[in-house]
C-alpha cells in the first residue's frame, strides 16, 4: 500500500488530542492506514459480530483489555462504547490513546458529539488523491481514465477491474451500510434514487424533481439524501451568499466523493465511454474538486469550497475561501485552451473588485497569464494552495 498524504496530519493530531477519529467512505483505506501507523496497538473491529456483543453487553470488559488503547474499526457499531471511553479518556495523560476509524459520519459524529467533544481529533480520509495514484505502478494515462477508474485503493492495489468492481461496492453498500441509518425495504427503489443522483452530478440539486421521478415524497428524498451524506456517497457544495450586487442563486450542487462510483452509477462500463459520454463535463467537475477537496482534508486546510451562480447564469464552478480571500477556480474539460473559458472569472473579478484566479482544464501547459490568472493542466491541480 502507497504512503497516504494524511499520514502527517494524523501524526500532527496525535500530539493534541487523547484520541483520533479517522473517517471516510467504506474502503477509503481507512482500516489499513490505522494499523500501518500503529502496529503496536491492539485492533478490534467491530463488524465481528463477537466483538460487537462483548462491548456492547460488557462495555467496561471490553475496554479494559486495552490498557495502552487500541485501534477500534467501525466504532460508530457499538455507541454504547463512548460514555465509558469518556472515563477512560479524562483519567488518562496519554495522547493518541485509542484510534477510532468509521465509515458512517453521522453515527460516529453524533457518538462523538454526546460523550467525547473536545477529546477526539478528526482526520476525513477519502479514496486515494491523483499524487497517491501515480505511485502505482500502473496508473490511469488519461483524465478520462482516472475519471473511470475511480479512486478506491483495492482498484490499484489489487488491479481490479472497475466495471465490475464499483457494482458490487454500491450493492454492498446499499445492503450494508444503508441499513445502519435506516431499514429501506425497497432497496431497488434506493438505488435508483442513487442512479437519479449521479445524473445530476455538477447540478443544482432540485429536490422536487428527485421526488417526482423517483415517485416518492420530499421528506423521503431530503431523508435519503441525508443517507448518502453521512456515509460520504455525494456531497452538497453550498453556494456563497455574497451578492455582489447582484441576485444570487442559493441552491447547492450536487456531487459524488468518487467518480468511479459516479461511473458505475451512470452505467459507464469502459474508459472510452466517458469522453463521449453526455455526462463528460459534469465528471471532469467532480473529479476535479474531489482532487482538491482531498488536499483540503489530507493537510488539515481551514479553507472553505462554495461555488458562484446568479441569476443570469454567470458562475464559477469553485470558490475557495481561506478567510483572507476568495479564489475563483473555473475548471473545463476541454484539452485546448481558449479565451472562452475565462469569461465567468472574468465578469466575477469585475464585480467582486477581485484579481487572478485559477483555470483547470484538460489539457498539459501550465502558466501565469497577465491578468494574474493561472492556467492548470489537470494533472498539476495539486500545485494549487489551499
Not at 453487553?57 to 460514555?83: C, I, M, T
Request: glycine letters at 6%.
Amino acid at each position: 500500500m502507497v504512503k497516504r498524504e494524511a499520514e502527517k496530519l494524523i501524526k500532527k493530531y496525535l500530539k493534541q488530542f487523547r484520541s483520533l477519529a479517522i473517517v471516510g467512505p467504506r474502503q477509503s483505506g481507512k482500516t489499513t492506514l490505522a494499523r500501518t501507523l500503529f502496529p503496536r496497538k491492539k485492533y478490534v473491529s467491530l463488524e465481528n459480530p463477537d466483538e460487537r456483543l462483548f462491548a456492547t453487553e460488557d462495555p467496561r470488559g471490553f475496554l479494559a483489555r486495552f490498557k495502552n488503547g487500541a485501534v477500534l474499526d467501525e466504532a460508530q457499531r457499538v455507541p454504547e462504547l463512548f460514555n465509558y471511553l469518556q472515563q477512560i479518556l479524562d483519567n488518562t495523560k496519554k495522547d493518541g490513546l485509542f484510534i477510532l476509524t468509521g465509515s458512517n459520519n453521522f453515527l460516529l459524529q453524533s457518538s462523538i458529539s454526546q460523550s467525547l467533544a473536545g477529546r477526539v481529533g478528526y482526520v476525513d480520509l477519502l479514496p486515494l488523491s491523483l499524487s497517491e495514484i501515480m505511485l502505482f505502478d500502473k496508473q490511469p494515462a488519461t483524465l478520462a481514465d482516472n475519471i473511470f477508474y475511480g479512486s478506491y485503493p483495492e482498484v490499484y492495489d489489487k488491479s481490479r477491474l472497475p466495471a465490475v468492481w464499483y457494482p458490487s461496492y454500491i450493492r454492498t453498500y446499499i445492503e450494508r451500510d444503508v441499513k445502519q441509518l435506516k431499514n429501506i425495504e425497497n432497496t431497488l427503489m434506493f438505488n435508483r434514487f442513487i442512479q437519479l443522483c449521479a445524473g445530476r452530478t455538477g447540478q443544482q440539486l432540485n429536490t422536487a424533481a428527485l421526488s417526482n421521478e423517483c415517485g416518492i415524497d420530499i421528506k423521503t428524498v431530503n431523508a435519503w439524501l441525508a443517507i448518502l451524506q453521512s456515509s460520504f456517497i455525494i456531497y452538497l457544495l453550498q453556494p456563497h451568499y455574497k451578492n455582489f450586487n447582484k441576485r444570487v442563486v442559493k441552491t447547492p450542487k450536487l456531487y459524488f466523493y468518487d467518480t468511479g462510483v459516479a461511473c458505475s452509477l451512470l452505467g459507464i462500463r469502459k474508459t472510452q465511454e466517458v469522453a463521449v459520454s453526455h455526462f463528460y463535463g459534469a465528471l471532469v467537475e467532480n473529479f476535479c474538486i474531489n482532487e482538491l477537496l482531498k488536499k483540503k482534508y489530507n493537510t488539515g486546510s481551514n479553507t472553505k469550497f462554495f461555488y458562484w451562480r446568479d441569476n443570469k447564469g454567470a458562475e464559477i464552478d469553485l470558490l475557495l475561501d481561506n478567510g483572507k480571500a476568495l479564489i475563483p477556480v473555473e475548471i473545463k474539460a476541454a484539452q485546448t485552451f481558449n479565451d472562452n473559458f475565462l469569461k465567468s472569472m472574468t465578469w466575477w473579478n469585475s464585480i467582486a473588485g477581485n484579481t487572478g484566479g485559477t483555470l483547470i482544464y484538460g489539457g498539459e501547459q501550465n502558466y501565469k497569464r497577465s491578468d494574474k490568472i493561472q492556467v492548470i493542466g489537470w494533472e498539476n491541480m495539486n500545485s494549487i494552495k489551499l
